[in-house]
């Protein structure tokens, strides 16, 4: 068997319906906030009640009712084997932070490209995004000015937050003009509502025929009930709100149960990213994924240390083991350092190095014939040695993780730092970024400097 079939679960099939009772009741009874009216008659349209003065919607347990079975008719979800190597995400951050000093600044455009130029070579990552927010940007055009640099850049797809509705046009163009699908990320504020600012992007996205994704963020204890179960049923309440209204909006239906809850940490009154909560979350978060047909993202292989340490080591591995082996296909962004403190080039380094740690694990290995070795073992026979068998270099990068990275050292000789080595990886992986040409064809190139020029003219 070449991968491994596993299924981690934290929940009975009466529990996992217990939460899915709740949430459906909070959905009916409490309702959440929709501060847009055309948000708000889009909803109504689809079976929502709506109270427009006080722009709040419930959603009868009939139409999620509904809705649940249509997610189920797609079978988008793979029911035989619940492993998959999870994929490795970056996150976007308003600070750099650097681990050696325990100092942080604001991200630059100088950042962004940085971040590019490193991730394009990391194999773990199958996408990108702008590591930062670039404060010397105008902040009218910090996402547009992201999106240009990816997309001239990056050899990989991938895209960052958007800022602004008065931003949402070009960035619109840019998705087009590249051929990249046109979504946007809209996420409720917990306790069960939404900015307006989040609203209208999500207009114009669908206006233009983009989708929609989910993610509620619901902080045990802050946002959301103190106990793990009581998060689970908010933040699958709110899943389901965001699925309702992404298809009231769009008319196209989620494929995905994205859970990042969290939980505050009593005595710093800060989210926790690295709690032994979130291997749970994960687990639980995948059960419920599968209940609906759906597939699992959650905010798992995360750390709430600033240094590199065990703790971070033990935290991200503990979250992104778990989450695996529970069924999730993503985990949370990689590259933070503690809750959303900063990013860290050198830990996304360490991030790209566990990813292929674990995938490697989740891999398995090859039983047959020649790999169960029987002719070799013949031929080195009794007291003999396989470091010159050709069955040794058959299955020396197969059945062998090599690293440029993680030490393995005898004894005596010249040990280097783990942060050091992350560090030297770094700058030898973007010694000339600044030199970086763009990956895309001149006339593609052209359109978006078109864009970006009409944007700085328009709005900055």
């Known amino acids: 068997m070449k991968h491994i079939k596993a299924c981690v679960e934290v929940l009975s099939a009466s529990e996992i319906e217990q939460i899915d009772g709740a949430a459906r009741t909070v959905l009916e009874q409490v309702g959440a906030h929709v501060p847009n009216q055309e948000v708000l008659k889009l909803c109504a349209e689809n079976g929502a009640e709506v109270d427009y003065q006080q722009e709040k919607i419930r959603i009868p347990k009939t139409v999620i009712g509904e809705l649940i079975e249509a997610l189920r008719a797609r079978k988008v ?10 994929k490795a995400k970056i996150s976007t951050q308003i600070y750099m932070y650097d681990y050696r000093t325990q100092t942080r600044r604001l991200g630059l455009a100088d950042d962004v490209l940085k971040g590019i130029c490193l991730l394009n070579q990391l194999e773990s990552f199958e996408t990108t995004k702008s590591i930062v927010i670039p404060s010397d940007v105008p902040e009218i055009l910090a996402d547009i000015v992201s999106f240009h640099m990816l997309f001239t850049y990056s050899t990989k797809p991938g895209g960052t937050y958007v800022l602004s509705a008065k931003s949402a046009p070009y960035i619109i163009a840019m998705l087009k003009a590249m051929g990249r699908p046109c ?40 946002t959301g009930p103190m106990s793990i179960a009581g998060t689970m049923t908010l933040a699958t309440a709110e899943i389901l709100l965001s699925i309702f209204v992404n298809y009231s909006l769009t008319g196209k239906l989620d494929e995905q149960y994205s859970n990042s809850c969290h939980t505050m940490d009593p005595q710093t009154m800060l989210c926790s990213f690295g709690l032994p909560n979130q291997a749970l979350f994960a687990a639980a978060s995948a059960q419920m994924a599968r209940y ?7 905010n798992s292989a995360m750390t709430d240390a600033l240094a590199c340490d065990f703790q971070n080591g033990m935290e991200k591995a503990t979250g992104l083991v778990f989450a695996a082996l529970s069924g999730c296909a993503s985990t949370g962004c990689m590259g933070i350092a503690g809750a959303d403190q900063g990013l860290s080039l050198e830990q996304i380094v360490l991030d790209n190095e566990m990813f292929r740690y674990v995938n490697y694990i989740l891999d398995g290995f090859e039983v ?15 007291g003999g040695n396989f470091l010159y068998s ?7 990068h197969s059945d062998y993780l090599s690293s440029n990275l993680f030490a393995r050292e005898a004894f005596g000789g010249n040990r280097t730092d783990l942060l050091d080595r992350a560090a030297q990886l770094v700058t030898a992986y973007t010694k000339d970024y600044k030199a970086l040409a763009p990956v895309i064809p001149e006339e593609k190139a052209k359109e978006l400097d078109y864009i970006l020029a009409c944007a700085r003219k328009e709005l900055a």
């Not at 609906?292 to 959650?298: I, N, P, S």
Request: proline share 4%; glycine share 8%.
């Open 390 to 396: 050709e069955h040794t270099l058959d299955y020396l």
């Open 368 to 382: 047959n014939e020649h790999a169960l070795a029987v002719e070799a073992i013949r031929e080195v026979g009794i």
């Open 183 to 222: 979504s946007y990320f809209l996420e409720t504020v917990s306790p069960l509502g939404y900015q307006k600012t989040s609203l209208d992007i999500a207009l114009a996205f669908a206006r233009e025929g983009g989708t929609l994704t989910n993610g509620p963020m619901v902080m045990a204890g802050a």
């Open 77 to 86: 979800l793979e029911v035989d084997t619940y492993i998959r190597k999870p």
């Open 292 to 298: 609906y047909g759906l597939r699992c993202a959650t």
